[in-house]
């Protein structure tokens, strides 16, 4: 799927719906707001760029590490045939959950558990979206990456991180690319930061 029909995807999904009732006012604002239990919804250009990199297809099966929101869920459900979200917060994840089966999507997939493993059991992913910061790249969500594979990921300390693009060639040969800096609340897990 190419950039522009990506981007009007993105414009069909209404950020307010996925926000608290104090945060729905700021909800065209482009800047990160509060969801609760320390974590925040992107901002909108981050969401959009961060899709905009991965390229999924309606054809790829998505891992996607941080359902937060589900904001970011319900685009990558918009595009892509299956979505499998892993989030660590159980509240967090039955709110996302509530909010997309009203919006009646059935190929999203929902695990409570440490996002930086990912989750072997459905493995390989065409596209993996990983929306908290690692400080290092996890290996487990590199073998989860199908051949010709895309990652985005957001990696470095917890103040400041590099935003990667990371591809994996049909002969398993994996290329790392910088495509700028972000900061991103942290990852918590094997790969991530412990829970403070």
Request: net charge positive; charged share 30%; aromatic share 12%.
């Given at each position: 799927?190419?950039?522009?029909?990506?981007?009007?995807?993105?414009?069909?999904?209404?950020?307010?719906?996925?926000?608290?009732?104090?945060?729905?006012?700021?909800?065209?604002?482009?800047?990160p707001l509060p969801i609760g239990y320390g974590q925040t919804i992107s901002q909108p250009s981050l969401v959009l760029k961060m899709t905009q990199l991965l390229l999924p297809t309606k054809?790829?099966?998505?891992?996607?590490?941080?359902?937060?929101?589900?904001?970011?869920t319900a685009i990558l459900a918009k595009i892509?045939?299956?979505?499998?979200?892993?989030?660590?917060?159980?509240?967090l994840m039955e709110v996302a959950k509530e909010k997309l089966d009203n919006m009646n999507f059935t190929?999203?997939?929902?695990?409570?558990?440490?996002?930086?493993?990912?989750?072997?059991?459905?493995?390989?992913?065409?596209?993996?979206?990983?929306?908290?910061?690692?400080?290092?790249?996890p290996d487990d969500l590199v073998n989860q990456l199908a051949k010709g594979g895309r990652m985005v990921i957001p990696v470095g300390t917890p103040n400041l991180q590099e935003l990667k693009l990371i591809t994996k060639s049909d002969d398993s040969v994996i290329n790392i690319k910088s495509v700028g800096y972000v900061r991103f609340v942290e990852l918590i897990g094997k790969y991530g930061w412990k829970n403070r």
């Open positions: 799927m190419d950039k522009k029909k990506i981007k009007e995807i993105f414009h069909s999904i209404d950020r307010s719906f996925f926000l608290g009732k104090d945060e729905r006012q700021y909800a065209f604002l482009n800047m054809e790829n099966k998505v891992l996607e590490i941080g359902t937060g929101s589900g904001f970011q892509a045939d299956k979505v499998y979200t892993v989030e660590r917060i159980k509240q190929n999203i997939f929902y695990k409570v558990g440490d996002g930086t493993k990912g989750w072997k059991e459905h493995a390989p992913y065409d596209r993996i979206m990983v929306t908290a910061a690692a400080s290092a790249v």
